[in-house]
């Protein structure tokens, strides 16, 4: 009752403040929306209001710094100026994509901040990198680069994953990058920093720089939700296959799994796993609840041909017109046993495991694979690097072509960001090129490099040429192009963020922050044997807890919620665990605890109460379902942290506060209530 007592006391406040100042008005920039407003989900989306749920399946291809520039070069060199790619050519085009229904339009793909540097403080930024962008059309919220699905504030963002997962659909990932790099991280994880790959930071096990690499209140053993590799896990795509192996030999330090490696954590979760072997993953096959973990190389997958490096104009005239060769180690060779791994053989291999999972025939599939190598071969400013990993993308599109119904399945071909490469008359003077001959029509094509903010002397010497990896991204629009249901919802001018809406819409997944919020209504708690079972709240991506003896008050265990990266972890669709066995003075046979479960994204909030006279299965639910994000964040802060941020809110902002504070009041009498027995307990 004493805190009841507070709480009221602290409305009365708030309301006192909320009418007594002066609400300022909202800085609209006159040609648009402010940083500011675009930093909230879904406010970047320039066709808001079109589309709906008509798809059952949903195939998302992602050529990673595939600009048209890369895309001309490659088909330029491997089909002739006047040829097309066989997938990558087909999706949008009318009349040779075999569906009804076709789009092809641009997208922008700006972020909100340069680096980790600029979060909590939206400034709109040309470039973008892999992981602002992907968090754009995982989630539908614009972002800083660095950023892997978490807003400017760094509030995990629900992705496209966890949202199929909440509506039942079978879910897969495949890439030819680490599959900790930023395309794929952001479908299996929220991270403030994309280079928190492992537990040891991004190292192969050996040592541990996650110091450096991660937001250390993000690590489990500071209370966070985990690295990278870590939150893959906890997601479960039923389907994940890339590179990066190594890092799954890095040993978790704290949480359920501490001490072991994550490759050990991985099976005993049940996982399927295959580790550089090409043989093993050719003989993958669909197996209940026991989801595919395949990964084929310690780092970014070989590609298909070989290095060209570019030169200065001096020496690449010198060099003269080159062609391409095949890359020994890429997978895509046939190793003894016949077998290899090529994105088109990765791709084919999730869209069978896919097709084989029953989730899939009740309520279908949601994959994303990217060929990451095209933005990894362009920073390196390897021509014959990045045609490569271009074909091998179009023989992927190809491959889910032979596999799918374009009736009821939507394919969708689009980049992350556009990148160096240039198709240019002659070697230019002030930028680096190398020279190509087509082997279809014979054509020379100049591609040059010139995006580099530090010179490279080797690019001065014709045996070494530019291997400092440093090209930069560039910020033009970039294609995207739809075949199957849906599919007009790219046609015309839209942003990266409507891609998210695109996707979700044609699932019918929950796109929206309020139908998000309610994937949270159903959530269950229950706890035996001193641990909690915690259920149903597929609209949260992080959980609090707070572990009170019923009798004293006396709170005995807390998640921390230092910071939005703090916290439990959800498993995604499935049932999250909370051990409080070994937490002092706890003793179920003893005493009565109350274990409150928080969401904080959709500030559920789940009492339950057992122990001594109760049995943990009831539920009481004691905070809105519904509300907007700031609201969520000042519950996340506290009541204090609530009074404070309202003093420098606009309008909407106080009036949310006002009526979450209002509503945890109700919801505190509720509490009150229901300890004194007035709800029947079962
Ligand atoms: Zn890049």
Redesign the pocket.
Known sequence: MKRHAIITGAVAAVTAIATAAALPTLALAQDGKSAEQLAQHGAAQRIATVGAANAKNVILFIGD?MGDSEITVARDYLKGANGSFDGLDKIGQPNLSGAKENGTGQYTTFSLGGSSKDAGKPVVTPVT??AASGSGWATGTKTYNNAVSVDSSQNPQLNLIELAKAKGLATGNVTTAEIQDATPAVLESHSTQRSCYGPQGKTDGSSDDSAKRCDVAQLKQNGGIGSISEQLLDTRADVTIGGGSKYFNQTAQAGEYAGKTLWEQAKERGYQTVENDVNAFSALSYKENQPVLALLGDGNLPTQFNDTPALTQKLTEQRGAIQCSTNPSWLGNKNAAGNSASLADMTDKAIDLLQANPKSSSNGFFLQVEGASI?KQD?AANACGQIGETDDLDKAISAALKKVDLSNTLIIVTADHAHTSQIVGEPPAYALSTILKSPVDGAQIVVSYGTATVTDPDAEDASRGYNDGGME?TGTQLRIAASGPGAFRVDGLTDQTDNFYTIAKSLGLAADTDAQNALSSNAKVSVKDGVAKVAGFNGDAVLGYQLQDTETGAVLASSNDDTPVSGVRVATGETTTIDFNGVKGFDPSASTYTLTVTGKQSGTKIATEFGLTGNGASNVVIAPKTGDKAGNKAQQAGLGGALVGALGQTGTRILGTVMMVLALAVAGGLLAAWRRGIFARK
């Open positions: 710094g990198d892999s933005d920073h991204h």
